[in-house]
């Protein structure tokens, strides 16, 4: 299984982005059995949580909760993460992992496929 994520750039504070993530080597059924997750990270930082979707249940980290969306396409094996009224502090690596399990954890040592990242920058 191999995650592509992309959509990441530089915006300014209140813009909006939509992450986009591209799962291959799985059919779409497999897929949509798995919870897909969204995590970031900055330099110096550990990888934080940001969003998880288990089937159609979806959580989020507070620091992003009423700004950001998570969603997914099982067709296209396709998970998105809608971000909206960004702030600098949203700056960060952005990363799609996939968890087999289903589970929708929280935790980055629960996926077992991990995308490359996508940088955001976000300006005052």
């Known amino acids: 299984v191999q995650l592509q994520a992309s959509g990441g750039g530089l915006v300014q504070a209140g813009d909006s982005l939509r992450l986009s993530c591209v799962a291959s080597g799985l059919t779409w059924v497999t897929f949509a059995s798995y919870a897909m997750g969204w995590f970031r990270q900055t330099p110096g930082k550990e990888r934080e949580f940001v969003a998880a979707l288990r089937r159609d249940k979806p959580q989020y980290a507070d620091s992003v909760k009423g700004r950001i969306t998570i969603s997914r396409d099982n067709l296209k094996n396709t998970v998105y993460l809608q971000m909206d009224s960004l702030k600098p502090e949203d700056s960060a690596v952005y990363y799609c992992?996939?968890?087999?399990?289903?589970?929708?954890?929280?935790?980055?040592?629960?996926?077992?496929?991990w995308g490359r990242g996508t940088l955001v920058t976000v300006s005052s």
């Open positions: 992992a996939a968890e087999a399990g289903g589970g929708g954890s929280r935790r980055n040592d629960a996926y077992d496929y």
